[in-house]
């Protein structure tokens, strides 16, 4: 029989790990300036931009893309002026996938100092030898790095939504974010690749000695998102709120094998005897 999770160990080892990320730069000085970068300076400057210059000249890029597009989202682009469907391509479409590395980046950033980071400050051996068990341990680790991933992915999806209604408005003419697959990414598939992310990374910094080879490592998982982006500029993928949804779930389920496969592998003995 399973023995009961402990969560108040779980949560000791989930607060104890937050007090330190307070304190590091080197985890702190990425979660903020990448956001601001990614979901303030530049799409604020392309919704700027994009009422600023006469568009036309640029659609013909698009033409394949548009072509190709399923009907349901053509549908999404009638009445709009070369200016801006760009935009709402560009704000609407293009950074969709680019703002899941935001949830994925911060909990990986914070996971890779969870077993490599404390071989590094000489605290991995106090906390391996607590009475939490393997799995409450694991446990702990994630949701350290889980629970921060959401609040910045909240609070950036925030930020980006007035940022892009506000530099867009003298073109757009009204609020035209967020939209229905947008919430879909938010709620259902941002977490999970946050999750994801997170969980990569607890296995790599387990097996690895500083905090920078276990960031390096883990930093691959991103890799999936920049095919995505590229997948949907070459009008292979059309993200929408069905397409979101099942690969938001494919995520669920790949979370949950990564997460079964950190458990069965997080020995504390075989770490201890690297130390």
Known sequence: MTAKLNWRAIRAVAQRDLMIV???????????LVPLLLLVIIPGAIGFLGGAFDMS????DLAMFF?????????QFAGYTDNQTMIVF?????FAPLFLILPMMTASTIAAGSFAGEKERGTIEALLYTPATDLELVLGKMLTSWIPALLVTLVGFVLYSVTVNLSA????GRVFFPTPMWLALIFWMAPAAAALGLGAMVLV???TSTYQDAYQMGSMVVLPLILLVLGQLGGV???SVGFVVAAGTVLWII????LWFAVKTFRRSEIIARL
Request: hydrophobic share 45%; proline share 5%.
């Open 22 to 32: 307070r304190r590091s730069k080197n985890v702190l000085l990425p979660i903020i």
């Open 57 to 60: 000249g640029d659609m013909d």
């Open 67 to 75: 072509e190709a597009m399923p009907g349901a989202m053509k549908v």
């Open 90 to 94: 560009m704000l609407v479409y293009t």
């Open 169 to 172: 408005w003298g073109t757009m």
């Open 205 to 207: 910094s387990s097996k």
């Open 237 to 239: 993928v059309y993200l």
């Open 255 to 258: 979370d949950g094998v990564v």
